[in-house]
């Protein structure tokens, strides 16, 4: 069975381990938001990549989620003591020996998947793991900002949430470079040729929001043949982890479960999803999202192991099996 996963960072590797634990003969592609990506002292980093592709190498910290195991942090701790600015990136020492190799390779002209496909192999991932695009794409946010003449300051979305921990109020989310952006080479042949298209726990508006949104991505999803099945990442009106709930009121989506599966909205109706689970608390949004054509099921949602997350994994791909047409 051929799977194809809109893949942001913490949520997206999670589940993917549970994924990969209950269909571990499934070939799975990750289609991996860059959004995110951002330049730091020449280096080009990737987070949400680098987030699936540390777990599910298993070379993650497990606690924090993102980054490296067993890391240190000297050079950030002298670019501090420089004053240097930015300082506020979380740069580990072993995470930059990653983001050295991809900006040497991109340096010597490779591509973005080309670069991916390079750093993965060391990892041995267990699924391809595709960037969306290999163009310039980032992710802003538009905040209130009443030194500006306007009141509104644009910001990289990293600088927004590290930096500032989302405390900023958000009037609008931006994907820079978004419309002269194509997908990367095999990302529509993933869509088009899967068995099963997932939309894994990942934040709607800044990491499968910007998937969707380069140019031919949408639409080849709407046209798959496949079944499309999410699970929200909304777990009883609010975020399991991140910042969702800043940023949906801010594209005019309802933070809930059923908010979110509305705004990617049912087949039935031009939308994305056959399937959407819930979390068990959020049951009582099951009837709701069935009017909407989509089929809703609830059950626990949080990943709090691999065994749980491989739960996830079984019922999605139970519900998938029901919605096929
Ligand atoms: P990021 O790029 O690292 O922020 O990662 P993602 O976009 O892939 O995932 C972030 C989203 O995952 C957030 O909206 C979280 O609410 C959601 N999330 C994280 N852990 C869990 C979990 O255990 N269960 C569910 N249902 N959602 C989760
Ligand atoms: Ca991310």
Same mark, same amino acid.
């Given at each position: 069975?051929?799977?194809?996963?809109?893949?942001?960072?913490?949520?997206?590797?999670?589940?993917?381990?549970?994924?990969?634990?209950?269909?571990?003969?499934?070939?799975?592609?990750?289609?991996?938001?860059?959004?995110?990506?951002?330049?730091?002292?020449?280096?080009?980093?990737?987070?949400?990549?680098?987030?699936?592709?540390?777990?599910?190498?298993?070379? *993650?910290?497990?606690?924090?989620?993102?980054?490296?195991?067993?890391?240190?942090? *000297?050079?950030?701790?002298?670019?501090?003591?420089?004053?240097?600015?930015?300082?506020?990136?979380?740069?580990?020492?072993?995470?930059?020996?990653?983001?050295?190799?991809?900006?040497?390779?991109?340096?010597?002209?490779?591509?973005?998947?080309?670069?991916?496909?390079?750093?993965?192999?060391?990892?041995?991932?267990?699924?391809?793991?595709?960037?969306?695009?290999?163009?310039?794409?980032?992710?802003?946010?538009?905040?209130?900002?009443?030194?500006?003449?306007?009141?509104?300051?644009?910001?990289? +979305?990293?600088?927004?949430?590290?930096?500032?921990?989302?405390?900023?109020?958000?009037?609008?989310?931006?994907?820079?470079?978004?419309?002269?952006?194509?997908?990367?080479?095999?990302?529509?042949?993933?869509?088009?040729?899967?068995?099963?298209?997932?939309?894994?726990?990942? *934040?709607?508006?800044?990491?499968?929001?910007?998937?969707?949104?380069?140019?031919?991505?949408?639409?080849?999803?709407?046209?798959?043949?496949?079944?499309?099945?999410?699970?929200?990442?909304?777990?009883?009106?609010?975020?399991?982890?991140?910042?969702?709930?800043?940023?949906?009121?801010?594209?005019?989506?309802?933070?809930?479960?059923?908010?979110?599966?509305?705004? +990617?909205?049912?087949?039935?109706?031009?939308?994305?999803?056959?399937?959407?689970?819930?979390?068990?608390?959020?049951?009582?949004?099951?009837?709701?999202?069935?009017?909407?054509?989509?089929?809703?099921?609830?059950?626990?949602?949080?990943?709090?192991?691999?065994?749980?997350?491989?739960?996830?994994?079984?019922?999605?791909?139970?519900?998938?099996?029901?919605?096929?047409?």
């Amino acid at each position: 069975m051929r799977i194809t996963v809109l893949a942001g960072g913490i949520g997206a590797a999670r589940f993917l381990r549970g994924l990969i634990a209950q269909a571990p003969e499934a070939e799975i592609t990750v289609i991996g938001n860059t959004g995110d990506d951002l330049t730091l002292y020449g280096l080009r980093v990737s987070p949400d990549l680098d987030t699936v592709m540390y777990t599910l190498g298993g070379g *993650n910290d497990e606690a924090k989620g993102w980054g490296r195991a067993d890391e240190s942090w *000297n050079a950030l701790a002298e670019i501090q003591a420089y004053d240097a600015t930015p300082s506020w990136f979380g740069l580990g020492d072993r995470d930059i020996g990653t983001h050295l190799v991809r900006t040497a390779l991109l340096d010597e002209g490779r591509t973005l998947s080309e670069a991916t496909a390079a750093l993965t192999a060391r990892w041995d991932l267990p699924v391809r793991l595709v960037p969306m695009t290999d163009l310039r794409v980032e992710t802003h946010v538009v905040v209130e900002d009443p030194d500006q003449p306007d009141g509104r300051r644009r910001l990289h +979305f990293q600088e927004y949430w590290v930096r500032h921990h989302a405390e900023l109020p958000v009037v609008d989310v931006w994907f820079d470079g978004i419309e002269t952006s194509e997908p990367a080479p095999g990302v529509l042949d993933a869509i088009a040729s899967a068995d099963l298209l997932l939309l894994p726990p990942s *934040n709607p508006v800044v990491s499968i929001g910007p998937i969707l949104a380069v140019p031919g991505v949408r639409d080849a999803v709407l046209a798959a043949p496949a079944p499309v099945v999410g699970l929200s990442p909304i777990v009883g009106g609010a975020p399991v982890r991140g910042m969702a709930d800043k940023l949906l009121p801010a594209i005019g989506v309802d933070t809930s479960a059923a908010g979110v599966a509305m705004h +990617f909205g049912g087949r039935r109706s031009g939308g994305l999803l056959d399937g959407w689970l819930v979390d068990e608390r959020d049951a009582d949004a099951v009837p709701r999202i069935e009017q909407a054509g989509i089929a809703a099921r609830a059950l626990p949602l949080l990943m709090t192991d691999v065994a749980a997350a491989a739960a996830m994994a079984r019922a999605t791909l139970d519900l998938a099996e029901e919605v096929r047409r």
